[in-house]
């Protein structure tokens, strides 16, 4: 008697990510902006028609993933970790944005849960990876491509095979 009701705590079936109701918002487009590690080229976030159309027609039917953003600015808030593409279209439609706020303070672990997520949903172009992974070795977040390839469960060798495409020149791939 005189306690607070328990928190109810949610599963989305297809990726495995976990919330509590008072993480579930909806807030304002304009307040994130994909976060530092974004995996997505900004040419595969702009070919989303089918994705706009069904926000458009249903709604958002999955929450994107984000963080308050490390380093506020202009009224942005938070950092998308998943969910680039869902935000887009909803900045495009003008629609509140259905999210998940998680405190996930390791990169590592923000890392992972992208690519867990994005496992499990259309695929990022290889390219798209590369670039990433290229950008987390340099910046140090993963001490070595050992390291990086263990935690994303991919060979070593699989892993040095992807991290070529860093070497194709920004005007091919944009051509």
Request: overall charge neutral; aromatic content about 8%; glycine content about 4%.
């Amino acid at each position: 008697e005189g306690q607070a009701p328990e928190k109810s705590y949610f599963k989305i079936l297809d990726t495995g990510i976990e919330f509590s109701e008072d993480e579930l918002k909806y807030i304002n487009p304009n307040e994130c902006e994909p976060w530092q590690y974004a995996n997505r080229q900004q040419e595969e976030v702009d070919k989303q028609q089918e994705l706009k159309e069904s926000i458009r027609k249903q709604g958002q039917l999955q929450p994107a993933v984000i963080i308050k953003h490390p380093a506020p600015h202009d009224g942005v808030k938070y950092a998308i970790i998943i969910g680039r593409r869902r935000h887009n279209a909803c900045l495009q439609l003008k629609k509140s944005f259905l999210v998940i706020l998680k405190k996930i303070e390791s990169v590592q672990d923000r890392i992972l849960m992208q690519h867990d997520e994005n496992a499990k949903r259309s695929n990022v172009s290889y390219y798209s990876d590369a670039i990433l992974y290229g950008h987390l070795l340099k910046d140090g977040v993963f001490a070595d491509q050992k390291e990086l390839a263990n935690k994303l469960g991919m060979s070593k060798a699989s892993l040095s095979e992807l991290l070529v495409y860093n070497k194709i020149p920004e005007e091919i791939i944009k051509n």
